[in-house]
């Protein structure tokens, strides 16, 4: 299919704040979990309707990599896939905002 992946900024930051958090005690650790997440959201590029629908906001899926719930949403007229959340599983509740216009 080949669809654009892109990251929102609060994805952007969500990873960054990861990575930051492990890195204080295991740098090493902290780069490879960092691309393994990276990593794991290349397959929405030929698959972007992998993840289940996110039965909270209409237009929004999700795709696991545990302990992260990774939220998206695809546009097919453009051919994109939009990161929106990396959110770790522990802190509960998401927030992904208002839904998409």
Do not use: C
Not at 26 to 38: H, I, T, Y
């Amino acid at each position: 299919m080949d669809y654009k992946v892109i990251l929102a900024p609060q994805a952007i930051a969500d990873l960054e704040n990861a990575v930051r958090h492990i890195a204080k005690d295991n740098p090493q650790a902290a780069f490879r979990f960092g691309n393994l997440l990276l990593d794991r959201i290349t397959i929405l590029k030929d698959f972007p309707e992998l993840g289940p629908a996110y039965r909270k906001q209409p237009g929004v899926r999700r795709l696991s990599s545990r302990p992260y719930i990774i939220f998206y949403r695809v546009n097919h007229e453009q051919r994109i896939v939009e990161v929106m959340r990396y959110w770790h599983a522990a802190r509960g509740e998401v927030g992904l905002g208002p839904p998409a216009a």
